[in-house]
């Protein structure tokens, strides 16, 4: 099992449990088209937020299979929610996570969807001693290949037609990274936060 003190600091940005006051900054970001586009959901009112918010509250521990750890990316300066970022728990015993991500627009640009993106990469192998982690994107989510890619992650496989999604059969990209690969990144040992650009929004 994973628990973590909270919050985690990371150079730039704060990671932490969400809270009910989040709604409507969470809000902010997930009632845009521009997000939801390559999300299962569709952009969300202020009711399915909190609902959400409420769902990623309780979300603060690696315990079981399909166990989810999810976390808002706080910008200490303003103390703005800017994003949300997640570990899946998809095996315990063959030690297999999953990294998941949306950050507002807005804030894109600045380099923090990797850096709170690596913070959760070092959870899962650091902490978890994970042996694997992968991470899914829309093939057309061009943020989100590249912010998978920044990472160091190796691109493995492009799903055809996984799903009628939208209105349209959706194509999937998957990515992975071995804790070996990890140990060794130069990715890990760089100090650099590049920018980037997209939404930055997984799947």
Known sequence: MLRIDFPIATARLILRPFRPEDVEAVCDYQRRPDVARFMRWEPRG?????VAVEQMA??????????CLSLAVVEPGTGTVVGQVELVLLSAEHRQGELGYVFHPAHQGKG???EAAFA????????LGLHRVIGRCHADNAAS?????????RREARFIGTEFFKGAWR???????????WRTSTVRRSTSHAPETGTGTCP
């Open 120 to 127: 959760v990469l070092g959870l899962g192998f650091d902490a």
């Open 171 to 181: 194509d999937d990209l998957v990515y992975a990274m071995l804790g070996r690969e």
């Open 46 to 50: 202020p009711e399915d937020v909190r």
């Open 145 to 153: 290949a590249g912010l998978l890619e920044r990472l160091g992650m």
């Open 58 to 67: 309780r979300e603060t521990e690696l315990a079981a299979d399909g166990d």
């Open 112 to 114: 923090f969807a990797t």
